[in-house]
Nanobody, 121 residues
Framework: QVQLVESGGGLVQAGGSLRLSCAASGRTLSRFAAGWFRQTPGKEREFVAAITWSGTGTYYTDSVKGRFTISRDNAKNTVYLQMNSLKPEDTAVYYC??????????????WGQGTQVTVSA
């Protein structure tokens, strides 16, 4: 059974940084793409960033480009999201996810439980 566990969320002032981690169990992540999403109350979950299985390709939503960096450490079976220059509008529950098919992007089938990020003005 695939489990994804996010950590690293918390409360930070605007302009600060956080690094989120997504640790996988029940699956070797090295053959799978991974993504980060976020959701605020009353809104749909939105895409934040994604990384290919090889780590050579990364993708970001426009609002986080230049501030967030997605990366992976396959030896640790973990995906990261480094968030710099945080803004109050980045406040959300952040989720990591992976597809069920190896080497494929999109169609995320496995999700973590989420970690809360709160950015104060």
């Amino acid at each position: 059974q695939v489990q994804l566990v996010e950590s690293g969320g918390g409360l930070v002032q605007a302009g600060g940084s956080l690094r989120l981690s997504c640790a996988a169990s029940g699956r070797t992540l090295s053959r799978f793409a991974a993504g980060w999403f976020r959701q605020t109350p009353g809104k749909e979950r939105e895409f934040v960033a994604a990384i290919t299985w090889s780590g050579t390709g990364t993708y970001y939503t426009d609002s986080v480009k230049g501030r967030f960096t997605i990366s992976r450490d396959n030896a640790k079976n973990t995906v990261y999201l480094q968030m710099n220059s945080l803004k109050p509008e980045d406040t959300a529950v952040y989720y990591c996810a992976t597809p069920s098919q190896p080497y494929m992007m999109g169609s995320y089938d496995y999700w973590g439980q989420g970690t809360q990020v709160t950015v104060s003005a």
